[in-house]
């Protein structure tokens, strides 16, 4: 089981690491820089995706949470954490690509806009979800704490991707996911997908072999407990 | 054997990270017209280097927590 994980892990892992760089590549010398925003707009390519691979995280984090609170299984628990420690990761990467971006397009690293702050608030529940873990009284209970914390985190996502059409706000609308279809030039969309394509198998590679460091304690407690 | 495939893989995602960033960055240059260097150049090659670093770290992470739990599973 274990090797099984850590080769699935690693394929997957692999294959994202060439799709990035295959990423990289079409973000640096294919695709054409964009008219209004110039140069800072290739952020775009690591921002958006990173953001997509969050929100993919923090949805398995409650959908595994839920299978731990219902059927008490040990996997679906580890999934869960696994899946919180790239959601983290990848929401900093959000929270710090994007106040690169918007000093150059809007003059100011951080504004209390309403994406940005929900966005900043779900980085801060997933923190609660690590920190919960260790601070309760026993493992037992500190695992369907933080589950509780996992789904109700989750419900955030489809607020955040809401509230630029609900709130009055700077953050651009979707140029892809929106009800008018995709409004970027078809080079764009291409280098998004391919990044989108990229970090989502590179998450999902990692994510299986945090999975394995779980699975591996898990043995290692029940070797000490007997 | 997979400890070594993927520092091997990170090894490798790391230079040709680094080296397509830097190369076309550079690249760019000739098509810009209007774009003012400075800033936007930087604050790009500041947003891929963070979001990278970070990518890296937890590889580099996920492998030294899985080589020290492999390592007490085995002495064990």
Redesign the interface.
């Given at each position: 089981m274990k090797?099984r994980t850590?080769?699935l892990g690693?394929t997957l892992?692999?294959l994202g690491?060439m799709a990035?760089?295959g990423t990289?590549?079409m973000?640096?010398?294919w695709v054409?820089?964009e008219r209004t925003m110039?140069?800072?707009q290739?952020?775009f390519y690591?921002?958006v995706p990173?953001a997509w691979v969050a929100f993919l995280a923090f949805g398995i984090v409650a959908v595994a949470s839920g299978v731990y609170l219902w059927l008490g299984d040990e996997r679906a628990d580890m999934a869960a954490q696994a899946a919180a420690?790239?959601g983290l990761?990848f929401t900093?990467?959000v929270l710090?690509?994007g106040p690169?971006?918007g000093?150059?397009a809007w003059g100011t690293y951080w504004t209390w806009e309403p994406r940005l702050t929900l966005t900043l608030i779900l980085g801060f529940i997933y923190v609660g979800y690590m920190m919960v873990r260790s601070a309760a009284a026993s493992p037992e209970q500190g695992k369907r704490f933080a589950a509780v914390v996992g789904i109700v985190g989750a419900l955030f996502i489809p607020l955040i991707h809401m509230s630029v059409y609900w709130f009055r706000g700077l953050h651009p609308d979707p140029v892809i996911l929106n009800p008018e279809g995709p409004t970027a030039d078809w080079e764009i969309q291409a280098t998004l997908y391919a990044g989108l394509l990229a970090f989502t198998l590179?998450f999902l590679g990692?994510m299986t072999?945090?999975y394995?460091?779980e699975r591996?304690?898990h043995?290692?407690e029940l070797?000490e407990a007997a | 054997m997979i400890r070594r495939t993927l520092a091997s893989c990170l090894f490798g995602l790391a230079l040709v990270a680094l080296a397509g960033a830097w190369d076309g960055l550079a690249a760019q240059n000739a098509n810009l017209g209007a774009q003012r260097l400075g800033r936007p150049y930087l604050f790009v090659f500041l947003a891929y280097a963070i979001g990278w670093g970070l990518i890296l770290g937890w590889i580099v992470s996920i492998a030294r927590r899985l080589r020290s739990l492999e390592r007490r599973i085995d002495r064990d």
């Open positions: 090797a850590g080769w690693i892992a692999v690491a990035s760089v990289l590549w973000v640096f010398f054409p820089t110039g140069v800072v290739r952020i690591i921002h990173s420690e790239g990761l900093v990467i710090t690509t690169l971006w000093k150059i590179l990692l072999l945090r394995g460091v591996a304690r043995v290692l070797r | -």
